[in-house]
């Protein structure tokens, strides 16, 4: 087992990783919109965000030795699925370009750091 670091995403604000990788899989923290030059959130909006959380998520699977094209499954958390998934889904298909994972999209009450939009993925490297 092998944690997984880098100062292109966000510091963990909390107990745990930025991503694992066990043999050839790795399975990352869920990102949100920090921006990891800033330590802050600086969008406000779903599209702003989605796009940090993206960036930041390509940054750890780099980390890893991976990139999109390895992510076979995400989840996507959403604050308000009803306003934000059409934003959140034309971002996230941007940033995946033809890889598309499995995925469950969920919503939830609240994030940390009041964000709107957090991701995270298993890859496998082949």
Same mark, same amino acid.
């Given at each position: ?21 066990? &043999? ?14 800033? &330590? ?7 599209? &702003? ?7 930041? *998520? ?19 958390? *959403? ?17 995946? &370009? ?12 609240? *994030?940390?750091?009041?964000? *709107? ?10």
């Amino acid at each position: 087992m092998n944690i997984i670091y880098t100062e292109k995403a966000p510091n963990a604000i909390g107990p745990y990783s930025q991503a694992i990788k066990v &043999g050839n899989l790795v399975y990352t923290s869920g990102q949100i919109a920090i921006n990891p030059e800033t &330590g802050s959130v600086e969008a406000s909006d779903i599209e &702003g965000q989605s796009r940090q959380v993206m960036q930041n *998520l390509e940054a750890v699977l780099a980390a890893a030795g991976c990139s999109f094209a390895n992510v076979v499954k995400t989840t996507c958390f *959403l604050k308000d699925v009803a306003k934000d998934f059409t934003a959140f889904n034309a971002i996230y298909a941007e940033a995946l &370009g033809d890889c598309k994972p499995a995925r469950s999209c969920v919503g939830v009450a609240e *994030l940390p750091k009041g964000v *709107l939009v957090e991701v995270e993925a298993i890859a496998v490297i082949e």
